[in-house]
């Protein structure tokens, strides 16, 4: 049984930083961030494939943290993190990490991830 465990959240002003890690205890193809925020539906953040073929360490982003966020992981370690950087009052959601058992080959809808963690809420105020 895959289990996700979330860690780093907190509270920040505008502009600040946050890292984000994920605990994974089995190995996966793809792993990703998604997050929800108040009053808002459930959007992927972004992706990165795992292994060592050809789309090994390929990631994904939203346009909205382009530029500002970036995925990353430790395969031996099996540890996933989002480095946030210049953080918005619109960062503001419950951040979420998720695996699949497939590639993937841009962000996906949420349906296509098997597993999922509880969350860890980021709070950015201006």
């Known amino acids: 049984l895959m289990e996700l465990v979330e860690s780093g959240g907190g509270s920040v002003q505008a502009g600040g930083s946050l890292r984000l890690s994920c605990e994974a205890s089995?190995?996966?193809?793809?792993m990703a961030w998604f997050r929800q925020g108040p009053g808002k539906e459930r959007e992927a953040v972004a992706t990165?494939?795992?292994?060592?073929?050809?789309?090994?360490?390929?990631?994904y982003y939203d346009d909205s943290v382009k530029g500002r966020f970036t995925i990353s992981q430790d395969n031996a370690k099996r540890m996933m993190y989002l480095q946030m950087n210049g953080l918005k009052p619109d960062d503001s959601a419950m951040y979420y990490c998720?695996?699949?058992?497939?590639?993937?080959?841009?962000?996906?809808?949420?349906?296509?991830?098997?597993?999922w963690g509880q969350g860890t809420q980021v709070t950015v105020s201006s």
């Open positions: 990165i494939n795992i292994g060592r073929g050809n789309r090994g360490g390929i990631t």
């Open positions: 089995e190995y996966s193809y793809c």
């Open positions: 998720a695996s699949r058992r497939t590639y993937c080959s841009g962000l996906h809808d949420g349906d296509s991830y098997n597993f």
